[in-house]
C-alpha cells in the first residue's frame, strides 16, 4: 500500500485507506465436504463511493497494489489469521483478495448476529482478532520513499457479515519535507511521552469508526528512515504513519545526519495526530 502525494491545506483529509459503511447480509456459501475453503474478498474504500484504494494518487485517492496481502478472520483467530492475497495485476480501485479459510459450511443459515469477517491490512503474524477487536502493530521505525507511503505502513481494518468488505483507516500521520541534504532520520515524540506506534488493540465504534482501545506495547517516539540507507532528499515529500493522538505538551523531532550531527525542532503548543489525515511538517529542520 502507498501514497503518491496531493495536498491543501495544513491538514490532509486523505481517503488515503479504503472502506465503505459496514455491508449487512450473511455469507452465502454451499456445502463442502472439509472444512476448508476458498474464499474471494471484495474490498472497498472508506467513502461513499463503491471504491477501494491503498495506494495515494494525485487527487488524494488511493490504490490497491497487486499482491497486497491482508489477514482474515471468522470471528476470531490468531497468529495472523488467514492470509488473503490481492489479485489485481495493476493498481485498481477495487480489489479481490483470494485465500481459503477454515470452520465455515453450510449456507450461512447458523451464522449469529456477532459472526463477523474481520481483517486487517497489512498481513503480520502479530495480527489476532479476539473479543470484537482486532490487534495489531504500527512499527516505530519505518522506511521511507519519496512522494509515497511506504509499503505496510497503512493500517486499515474492515468487518463485515458477508465477503464484500470495506476497509478504514485507523491512523493518521505527517507529511514530511527537508530543506537541508545529508539528514538521514527523522524522529518524532510527544513531549508528554504519548505511545505513537507498537502493538494495540482496534475496535470499532458506535460509529462504526476505528478507535485504539489498549495499547499492549507502546512505542513514544516514531523514526523515519531515509531511503536506502541514505538521506532525504530536498523538496521531495515523506510520509511517517502514526496513531491517531492528542499531544497536549506538543512534540519534539529530531534530525539526524550522515555526518553524526543532528538538530532538534520543539514545540510545547498542543498539536494531535488525526486519523485519516496527515498534517504538513515542511523545512522544520
Known sequence: MKIMRYVYGLLLSLPFVVSCSETEGMLETNDVPYWKRDLVIEATREGNESDTRTTLQEDGSVLWNPADEISLFFMRGENGGYKFTSQNTELAEVAEFSGSISGITGGGENLTDDAYFWAIYPYSKENACENNSLIARLPNQQPSVAGTVADDLILTIARSMN????F???????????????????SIR????????????????????????????????????????????????????????????????????TDGTCGVYSRTKAAAFNRSRFSRAYDLD
Open 163 to 166: 465477503v464484500k468488505m470495506g
Open 168 to 186: 478504514k483507516n485507523v491512523c493518521g500521520g505527517l507529511e514530511l519535507r527537508v530543506s537541508q541534504s545529508g539528514i538521514k532520520s527523522i
Open 190 to 257: 510527544g513531549n508528554s511521552d504519548e505511545d505513537l506506534a507498537g502493538k494495540v488493540r482496534i475496535e470499532f465504534n458506535e460509529s462504526n469508526i476505528p478507535v485504539v482501545t489498549e495499547v499492549i506495547d507502546g512505542q513514544k517516539e516514531i523514526t523515519l528512515l531515509a531511503p536506502n540507507g541514505g538521506e532525504f532528499e530536498v523538496g521531495k515529500l515523506y510520509y511517517l504513519v502514526a496513531f491517531p493522538k492528542a499531544l497536549e505538551g506538543g512534540f519534539t523531532m529530531t534530525f539526524r545526519k
